[in-house]
């Protein structure tokens, strides 16, 4: 049964990250009801984890002691936070793998894990690039063309807001705000800001980050 709806729960990982925190907290209080079991797991480690599963997403333990972690922090429910906020400093994400050994050590289920994880924006369910591309949309950046820059982006790098590139250069992310008014409409990559930024202007900045990654500039 399980094997049967895996590519079923795959098609709709697209929606994951818009599960509402209520539609959460039912999966989780139908865990702890003992409804569903492992299946109840599968399906929301699918839903919920955008990050596919394949050869490459095994965690790398040359970063960080998992285990090593969990025993300087503790097993208590209060201790969850925490160990999440040191592995993603570590790993820039939570992978899938992860959250299953620290469910398994905490004696929780892992779709309390995702609860948190859903819960708090700081989280993050997907590997990010090496550089992190934010349009910002805010009133002043969307009337001086913010949209027609984001579409842009996304259009050449072929990926949605959130998403990264397969090559695992860039993240593209859209901003509310980044309280840059007069220098509409502003573009942050990294740490660094662009203001008055045109199709032509982002353009070029793509080129020199992807050079920058290759050895040729420096990116700025």
Same mark, same amino acid.
């Given at each position: 049964?399980? @094997? &049967? &709806?895996? =590519?079923? #729960?795959? &098609?709709?990982? /697209? /929606?994951?990250? @818009? ?49 090593? #972690? ?7 429910? =209060?201790?969850?936070?925490?160990? +999440? ?10 992978? @899938?793998? !992860?959250?299953? +050994?620290?469910?398994? $050590?905490?004696?929780? /289920?892992? !779709?309390?894990?995702?609860?948190? #994880? ?6 993050? #369910? @997907?590997?990010?690039?090496? /550089? ?22 996304? &259009? ?45 202007? !982002?353009?070029? +900045? ?7 990654? $290759? ?6």
């Amino acid at each position: 049964m399980i @094997r &049967n &709806n895996q =590519s079923a #729960l795959r &098609n709709f990982s /697209f /929606f994951a990250i @818009r599960l509402p925190p209520f539609a959460i907290s039912l999966l989780v209080f139908a865990q702890k009801c003992g409804i569903g079991g492992e299946r109840l797991d599968f399906a929301f480690g699918y839903m919920v984890e955008l990050e596919p599963r394949g050869e490459d997403q095994g965690v790398d333990e040359s970063r960080i002691d998992v285990m090593e #972690l969990i025993e300087k922090h503790g097993r208590k429910r =209060s201790d969850l936070i925490p160990i +999440l906020q040191e592995i993603q400093g570590a790993f820039g994400y939570i992978p @899938r793998d !992860v959250v299953e +050994l620290i469910a398994k $050590e905490l004696g929780i /289920f892992p !779709v309390e894990v995702y609860e948190i #994880l859903t819960f708090y924006a700081q989280f993050r #369910l @997907r590997p990010r690039g090496k /550089f992190t591309i934010k349009v910002c949309l805010g009133t002043a950046c969307h009337v001086m063309g913010g949209h027609d820059i984001f579409d842009y982006v996304s &259009n050449k790098l072929e990926v949605q807001a959130g998403g990264t590139t397969k090559d695992g250069l860039f993240t593209l992310e859209r901003v509310a705000c980044l309280g840059c008014c007069g220098m509409a409409p502003v573009v942050v990559i990294n740490d660094r800001v662009y203001g008055r930024q045109t199709i032509q202007s !982002v353009d070029e +900045l793509l080129r020199r980050y992807s050079e920058a990654s $290759e050895g040729i500039g420096d990116g700025g």
